[in-house]
């Protein structure tokens, strides 16, 4: 696939069929996703490859203790909830997934259990969780650099065949996640990505986001019009 077809062609994938992924492909995509950019060449990623039974411990212990109601423990600060246009966008993509699924707003049932699949990393074969180093714990660059780490990672996983989803339902419960991939004390846990084959057949997978204009976005300044 040429450039352009990888980013606009690329969509967030969220139903996987069971297939393993090679563990060489996985390489081969991380090591294309570390030509991304970072400040002054600080390069703080690093990455946990997690499949088979110690991700379905992190899915087990991640979804128990959420039902339970233990309060999420990210490592990585959260923020405040989203408002004004950033909710309204946040509104409309779950309206675009539920529609695409069939949720009907009064169902309950089923929008918890969507919710859950979040926490299970949406059931696919491969989670990466993506950490920096926690001497730069602070910075505002490294979460600048792990965004574009994540975004070469997943764009290059596109353009192989995989599908992925940036998330961060998987590692709400970061002691679960930290025992269970066996992430070092001197790393902060940023994000996971779920990562695997996309079933084409899960009606989710076909829905694309929507984007503000350039004109929304943008101001070109010292341009002639």
Not at 110 to 125: N, S, T
Request: hydrophobic letters at 40%.
């Amino acid at each position: 696939m040429t450039y352009d077809e990888v980013v606009l062609g690329r969509r967030s994938i969220r139903g996987y069929k069971p297939d393993p992924v090679p563990r060489a492909l996985i390489e081969e995509i991380i090591g294309l996703a570390m030509r991304a950019p970072s400040s002054m060449n600080t390069q703080p990623w690093n990455f946990y490859v997690v499949t088979g039974e110690p991700l379905d411990r992190i899915r087990a212990g991640n979804t128990e203790r959420m039902v339970g109601g233990v309060p999420q423990s990210r490592e990585f600060r959260t923020g405040q909830p989203f408002a004004g246009p950033h909710r309204e966008r946040q509104i409309g993509v779950a309206k675009q997934l539920f529609a695409a699924m069939g949720i009907a707003r009064d169902d309950a049932e089923r929008r918890q259990d969507w919710m859950l699949r979040g926490f299970r990393q949406f059931d696919a074969p491969v989670c990466v969780i993506v950490t920096y180093d926690r001497v730069l714990d602070g910075s505002d660059d490294t979460p600048f650099d792990c965004g574009a780490v994540a975004t070469a990672l997943v764009n290059a996983a596109w353009s192989r065949g995989l599908g992925a989803v940036i998330n961060s339902q998987g590692i709400m419960q970061s002691p679960v996640v930290r025992e269970h991939a066996g992430i070092a004390d001197d790393q902060v846990i940023m994000k996971s990505i779920a990562l695997g084959w996309p079933d084409e057949e899960f009606p989710a997978n076909a829905v694309v986001s929507t984007r503000k204009s350039v004109d929304e976005a943008t101001v070109f300044v010292g341009f002639e019009d």
